[in-house]
Structures are given as structure tokens and as C-alpha cells.
């Protein structure tokens, strides 16, 4: 089917221009000014300069987007009325795990490794990914393991680094004094 350009106005029906629909309009653009939502704010008045006869050219100029966009706002708007202008989501692929299998990890992670099977008392990352490929024969990369585990409201945790027999007070005592001492910064020698 062949597409030709419409002439002002009429890619919005006269449900869209109606004067409930142009109020409702409005109203929208004051809240997404106050919000400080410059991208449904920028669609409602690409929208309501269409309707009030402005062409796409004039606002993607205006608005410093493309005809396309303007467009695609268009067709939003005309199919959803102002939800089409929302900010949503993009909805990404489909879990892998279900809600059932993501429930199960969870309560294996908190159990911790040991219960598990794994020789560590400490999860990480190739642990949690091999625990969930023999589990459920599901494969996560091990980039994408902790964006699961954060999905599942887990953080990662990283052990400080202390030496089992080192003197705290010395420790201490040179974080104090000589750290700041080699931290100084010595004024230039002339000639260099």
C-alpha cells in the first residue's frame, strides 16, 4: 500500500483534535514542564503544533528532531491518545529463567554455596553461573550473571583486603603521618 503525505492535520482524527482531547493536551505540557520531562514535554508539542496546523518540518526544526520522529509521535498519539506520548520501558528480550526457576535461585543463593554443593563458603560470579546452567540448563554469560542477581535484589560484595597477622595500630599510624607526608606535593626546583 503506497503512502502519500497528508495534509495538515490529518494524520491526527477528529477524536484527537477534539477540544477535551487539545485541553487534555495541554495539561500535559504544563505537568511535563513542572516534572522537567523534556521528552514527553517535546512530544505533546510536536502533537499539539500539528493540530493547530504547523507542519512536521516547521516543528522538527523547532524542536530539533527529525521529520521521522515527528512522524512516529503522530502515529502515537493518533493510536493511544496521550499514553502513546509516555516514556516507557523498551521491553528487551523474554527472562530466560521463569518466575518459579528466579524464585528457586534466589532461595539457592541465600542458602549460600555450601548447601549447594560448592567447596567456597563465598558465591561468585562463574559459581552462580554454573549453579543456574545444572539447575536449569539455562547458559547466562558471566557479564550478564550479576544483572540477574541485582534483578533478584542481590548486590555485589567484595571483601576488604587485610593481612591476618598485620599491626593495626602501625597501620593505622602511617595512614595518619606518612601517607600525607608523601602525598605533599614539593614546590619546583628553578632551573628544570
Not at 71 to 88: D, K, P, V
Amino acid at each position: 500500500m503506497a503512502m502519500g503525505r497528508s495534509k495538515n492535520g490529518e494524520a491526527i482524527s477528529a477524536r484527537g483534535r477534539s477540544p477535551s482531547a487539545r485541553r487534555t493536551l495541554r495539561r500535559f505540557i504544563r505537568q511535563r514542564a513542572k516534572q522537567g520531562n523534556l521528552a514527553e514535554w517535546r512530544r505533546a508539542r510536536a502533537v499539539r503544533g500539528y493540530i493547530e496546523g504547523r507542519r512536521v518540518i516547521e516543528l522538527a526544526a523547532e524542536l530539533d528532531v527529525t521529520r521521522g520522529a515527528v512522524n512516529r509521535w503522530l502515529r502515537w498519539y493518533e493510536a493511544m491518545g496521550i499514553e502513546g506520548l509516555l516514556t516507557g520501558k523498551a521491553p528487551g528480550p523474554a527472562p530466560r529463567l521463569t518466575e518459579t526457576q528466579r524464585a528457586e535461585l534466589t532461595d539457592l543463593v541465600e542458602a549460600g554455596p555450601l548447601a549447594a554443593g560448592y567447596p567456597s563458603g563465598v558465591w561468585t560470579g562463574p559459581m552462580i553461573g554454573d549453579l543456574i546452567e545444572q539447575r536449569f540448563g539455562v547458559h547466562y554469560h558471566r557479564h550478564n550473571v550479576p544483572r540477574l542477581l541485582h534483578e533478584l535484589g542481590f548486590s555485589v560484595q567484595r571483601p576488604r583486603k587485610r593481612l591476618a597477622r598485620a599491626d593495626a595500630q602501625a597501620q593505622a599510624s602511617w595512614l595518619r603521618q606518612r601517607l600525607p607526608a608523601i602525598k605533599k606535593k614539593h614546590a619546583p626546583v628553578e632551573g628544570w
